[in-house]
């Protein structure tokens, strides 16, 4: 089983958070835009590089704000193991690019007030419950680790 980074943005401007709103089987949910760290790839580039792909928004990562981890077991195949780094990034300018790259389940990338964020469908759950703690606090969350399936 491999180790797989990802590499998450949590972006503020004007009392809101930059998400991408995405579509499951379970309904629309919002996720922070970032993605998978590739080989040889710093994690700061990794976010660089999503951000750009996903919103058409250029970052700057200013600091680590967050890590989790999730273990994932579906049925009869092998477990899929995610770290997640959650970074405090700034604009590098206030409109977008043309994204290059959304994901299969990406609908759109939206400005969305911080309180609702906190409170609404922002997953996973860990992130939507420590959202404001890892903007506010000056330091790195463990936010811990999570067993799904079996």
Known sequence: ???RNSAKALV?????ILL?????????????PGGGQKYGETL???IKRELLEETGFSVTPQRMAGV?????????????HKVYFFFLCTLNSAAPLNP???????LSSEWVDLSEAASGRL?????RDNLLKM???EGTIYLGSEHKGG
């Open 1 to 3: 089983m491999a180790i």
């Open 12 to 16: 503020i401007r004007d009392g809101k």
């Open 20 to 32: 991408n709103r995405c579509r499951a089987r379970y309904g629309v949910y919002y996720a922070l």
């Open 44 to 46: 700061s580039d990794a």
């Open 68 to 80: 989790y981890e999730a273990i994932t077991h579906r049925r009869n195949s092998i477990p899929d």
């Open 100 to 106: 290059t790259h959304r994901d299969d389940y990406q």
């Open 123 to 127: 997953f996973p759950k860990t992130v």
């Open 135 to 137: 903007i506010y606090c």
